[in-house]
Every structure is written in C-alpha cells, then in structure tokens.
C-alpha cells in the first residue's frame, strides 16, 4: 500500500515538475514562504529566493523541485517558474512566427542540435536537413540555416525544425509561378534530377518534367542513359503541361528539326555511311547513323559468317529510304575497315 502511495506521489510529481503553478501563501517566515499549490502537503519556498517576504493570501508562480523534503513540504521554486514562463513564452513567439534561422552546432542521434537567434537549442531531424538525403553529414555543421517550426512540446521544452519542409514550400511556391509563365511548344533549359529507364526526369525552375524515352532522339535508337547523366543542364521542349498535376511532358528530340523532314538530302542510295550497331533483332542490325537516324541492315544482306559487335562503328552503303518505316536500309560495303 505504502509503494503505490509511493508511486503515485512520483507520478504526479512528473507531471508537476515542469509545470507552472500558481499556489497562495498561506504562512511566512524568516526564512521560508509556506505555500498552499493543491497538493497533498504545502510547498515552501527559500525568502532569499524570492527576495522579499510576500504577504499572506499572496498569489505566487512555483514550481515544484522536490516532492518532498524531510520536514514533510514539498520544495518549490520561483527562479524555475520564470525560466519556464520565458520559455513558454518564447516558444510561444517561435510557434506564431513559424520560422527560424540559426547554425548547425552539434551532430546528435537521428539529426542535429541548432542554436537559433532566439537564443535557445532546437533540433533538426536528419530527414529534415534537405530534399536530398543527406549524405556528408558533418558537411553541415556550422552552416547557419533557415528552417520551419514542425513542433513545441512545452513540457519536454523541446521545439523540432524542418528545413526540408521550409525548401519543399517555396518549391512549391515557385512551380505554381513557373507553370503560370510557361506555354506549350517553349523551349527551356533543366537540370536532369533522375534517369531511368523509361525517361529522363528534368526539373525545370522548380516544376517536374518528364522527357519519355520515344522522345529522347529521332532515330528511336538512343537510351535515357545515352544521352545525359545526373545534373546536366540540358534544353527540352514542353510537349504538354499538365496543370492539375503542376508537371511537364517534355521532348529532347523536338528541340531539333526531325532530319526526315530533309532525308533526301542527308542520304542517297550508293553513298558511303558509316554507323554505330544500336541494337540487334531476329532479323538484322539497327544501324544508328549520322543526324540522329536509324540505319538497318538485314542479316541477309551480311556475308557469311559476319557478326556485328554492339556499339562497334562499321562502314556502309545506302540501298534503300524506307520513309514508311522511317529507316535507311544498308548494304555491306566490300572490305569494310572497323
């Protein structure tokens, strides 16, 4: 019986200690203030603390140190009930002012702890630092920042900042007045974020696109992974925007002339080429030849016994314009030099 009463009074002394309580003075003596907080036994409180003796029915702000001393009070204290109010009441500004600037001072498990103008300690979360992960994280320490107030928990005076979140509202500020200034057919340069298999995914001053890969080259023969890598500045064309979604359809081949258009006078049947082998089907070679079109040589038109090697560069003759099917049909030339 005694251990629960025991862990009762803990519990409830928990819930107290960061709390402020406005408790009445009840008794007063050289040395100590009695005070009546709606606990089960009074508090006190040291004069010299206070700095002057209160009068008695004096509402006081405390909050409780110990839950009980030998004497049987509760020790209470008007020094941790001021911290604690300027506290609530700074984090109080912070929260309506919603944003913070400070520098990066410690790294700590899971992010790191950041001084901020305020003059108190924050956190920021690891998977808050940045859009990207963050990879170096001692890179960051140091750096003076700007970040948003994601939460206050005043009992634990605990206050988490995202400067991700802050970045992810003013990109989304900024595609909303891209997009408004954008039209279709524009020519724009980007920066490529990702490549994949299917397509090639640009960021255009903030707004997402997609170049898929049937509109990487006019010869349909290139990959994604052919023609850019991760962070190139590249020019696209915008096919489509799709304002519901606040993203771009976009075309790399678009921003030059289709060399169809003028096939004629890129290629004439006999003339000399020479291609690089794209790929290979059951049927021949698809040849990747100059200006961006695509060559094919069937199989039947190989002597005997030759293979062609993938990404290997080969001379050959124009048979045929196929401009149904969009390709320059080839002949083996006669001692091809490799």
Same mark, same amino acid.
């Given at each position: 019986?005694?251990?629960?009463?025991?862990?009762?009074?803990?519990?409830?002394?928990?819930?107290?200690?960061?709390?402020?309580?406005?408790?009445?003075?009840?008794?007063?003596?050289?040395? !100590?203030?009695?005070?009546?907080?709606?606990?089960?036994?009074?508090?006190?409180?040291?004069?010299?603390?206070?700095?002057?003796?209160?009068?008695? +029915? $004096?509402?006081?702000?405390?909050?409780?140190?110990?839950?009980?001393?030998?004497?049987?009070?509760?020790?209470?204290?008007?020094?941790?009930?001021?911290?604690?109010?300027?506290?609530?009441?700074?984090?109080?500004?912070? !929260?309506?002012? *919603?944003?913070?600037?400070?520098?990066?001072?410690?790294?700590?498990? *899971? *992010?790191?702890?950041?001084?901020?103008? $305020?003059?108190?300690?924050?956190?920021? =979360?690891?998977?808050?630092?940045?859009?990207?992960?963050?990879?170096?994280?001692?890179?960051?320490?140091?750096?003076?920042?700007?970040?948003?107030?994601?939460?206050?928990?005043?009992?634990?005076?605990?206050?988490?900042?995202?400067?991700?979140?802050?970045?992810?509202?003013?990109?989304?500020?900024?595609?909303?007045?891209?997009?408004?200034?954008?039209?279709?057919?524009?020519?724009?340069?980007?920066?490529?974020?990702?490549?994949?298999?299917?397509?090639?995914?640009?960021?255009?001053?903030?707004?997402? +696109?997609?170049?898929?890969?049937?509109?990487?080259?006019?010869?349909?023969?290139?990959?994604?992974?052919?023609?850019?890598?991760?962070?190139?500045?590249?020019?696209?064309?915008?096919?489509?925007?799709?304002?519901?979604? !606040?993203?771009?359809?976009?075309?790399?081949?678009?921003?030059?002339?289709?060399?169809?258009?003028?096939?004629?006078?890129?290629?004439? =049947?006999?003339?000399?080429?020479?291609?690089?082998?794209?790929?290979?089907?059951?049927?021949?070679?698809?040849?990747?030849?100059?200006?961006?079109?695509?060559?094919?040589?069937?199989?039947?038109?190989?002597?005997?016994?030759?293979?062609?090697?993938?990404?290997?560069?080969?001379?050959?003759?124009?048979?045929?314009?196929?401009?149904?099917?969009?390709?320059?049909?080839?002949?083996?030339?006669?001692?091809?030099?490799?």
């Amino acid at each position: 019986m005694e251990g629960e009463f025991a862990k009762l009074l803990e519990e409830s002394f928990n819930r107290l200690k960061n709390e402020v309580i406005t408790g009445t003075v009840v008794k007063v003596t050289d040395r !100590e203030a009695f005070i009546d907080f709606g606990w089960k036994s009074e508090g006190v409180v040291p004069i010299k603390e206070l700095g002057y003796k209160p009068q008695i +029915g $004096e509402k006081i702000d405390v909050c409780v140190v110990e839950p009980e001393t030998e004497e049987g009070y509760a020790l209470l204290s008007v020094n941790c009930a001021r911290s604690l109010k300027e506290w609530q009441q700074l984090a109080d500004e912070i !929260e309506k002012k *919603g944003i913070v600037r400070g520098r990066i001072r410690q790294r700590v498990r *899971g *992010g790191y702890k950041v001084q901020i103008e $305020e003059g108190i300690t924050v956190f920021l =979360p690891m998977s808050q630092v940045d859009i990207m992960p963050v990879t170096k994280p001692d890179d960051w320490l140091d750096r003076e920042i700007e970040a948003k107030v994601l939460s206050v928990d005043r009992k634990r005076k605990s206050i988490v900042i995202s400067r991700r979140k802050l970045l992810e509202e003013e990109r989304a500020k900024k595609r909303k007045e891209t997009i408004k200034k954008l039209k279709e057919g524009d020519i724009v340069e980007g920066t490529v974020k990702n490549i994949v298999d299917f397509g090639i995914f640009v960021d255009v001053d903030g707004v997402d +696109g997609l170049v898929h890969k049937t509109d990487i080259s006019w010869s349909g023969l290139k990959t994604p992974f052919d023609v850019a890598k991760i962070g190139d500045r590249i020019k696209v064309k915008i096919k489509k925007i799709e304002h519901d979604k !606040e993203r771009l359809v976009l075309s790399l081949k678009d921003v030059k002339e289709d060399p169809w258009e003028k096939i004629e006078e890129l290629f004439k =049947p006999g003339m000399e080429v020479e291609g690089t082998v794209a790929k290979e089907d059951k049927k021949g070679y698809w040849i990747e030849l100059p200006g961006d079109v695509a060559g094919y040589i069937p199989a039947t038109a190989l002597p005997k016994g030759v293979k062609l090697k993938y990404h290997h560069r080969y001379k050959f003759i124009v048979d045929t314009i196929d401009k149904e099917k969009r390709r320059v049909v080839l002949k083996w030339q006669e001692n091809p030099q490799k």
